[in-house]
């Protein structure tokens, strides 16, 4: 496939930001990356964003501020970051809980629900200390909670990809093949 492809042709396909939603540990991130460099556009991580803007990490900003002005800055920052089509966006696994992120996701993004069953989320994020909600000592009800109350809303997303496998150059041939499709 000529990676020239899906600028070149008048598809449409760049003409909202294009965004990676669902779970943590699902992928949006590597993916994300993967498919802005494939599409030749800017990438943006919201978590990350908020990092360099508040100089404080996502478990500080939980602990000092709570989840709910976490949820706050999510929302102002991915607002923003739309803004900067075109764009690949990869969100925090929460930010659909937010009416008016979700309701800006409808309208106007093409979103992508990477979907990953928690086994696997499980054994990507074994190592990982920087998901305040998994500081836990039963992570896998935490996370089983969590889809139960959201599978509703990931569900909204344009485009189902499952990407239970590691396997990130079949998973962005699959995300580019149901873009184009
Ligand atoms: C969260 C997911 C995280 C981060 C924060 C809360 C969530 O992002 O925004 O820890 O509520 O699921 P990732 O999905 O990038 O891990």
New binding site residues.
């Given amino acids: 496939m000529n990676r020239h492809t899906h600028k070149k042709t008048d598809t449409g396909i760049l003409d909202k930001p294009i965004m990676l939603v669902?779970?943590?540990?699902?992928g949006?991130?590597h993916i994300g990356k993967a498919l802005a460099a494939h599409l030749e556009v800017g990438f943006y991580?919201?978590?990350d964003e908020i990092i360099k803007a508040g100089g404080l990490s996502?478990n500080e900003i939980?602990e000092l501020y709570g989840e709910a002005k976490?949820r706050e800055t999510?929302s102002r920052t991915i607002l923003a970051l739309m803004e900067k089509t075109p764009c690949v966006i990869?969100?925090?696994?929460?930010?659909l809980?937010t009416p008016s992120t979700l309701q800006a996701v409808k309208d106007k993004a093409l979103s992508i629900w990477l979907q990953t069953d928690i086994p696997h989320i499980l054994k990507r994020l074994e190592h990982a200390r920087?998901?305040?909600?998994l500081q836990s000592d039963d992570p896998q009800s935490v996370l089983e909670d969590?889809m139960a109350k959201r599978k509703h809303l990931y569900a909204q997303a344009d485009i189902h990809i499952t990407t239970h496998e590691n396997d990130t150059h079949e998973t962005l041939r699959r995300v580019i093949d149901a873009m184009t499709g």
């Avoid at 669902?22 to 699902?26: D, F, I, K, L, P």
């Avoid at 920087?130 to 909600?133: A, D, E, I, Q, V």
């Fill in positions: 669902g779970m943590m540990g699902t949006k991130s991580d919201s978590d996502i939980f976490f999510e990869a969100t925090g696994g929460g930010c809980t920087n998901r305040p909600l969590l």
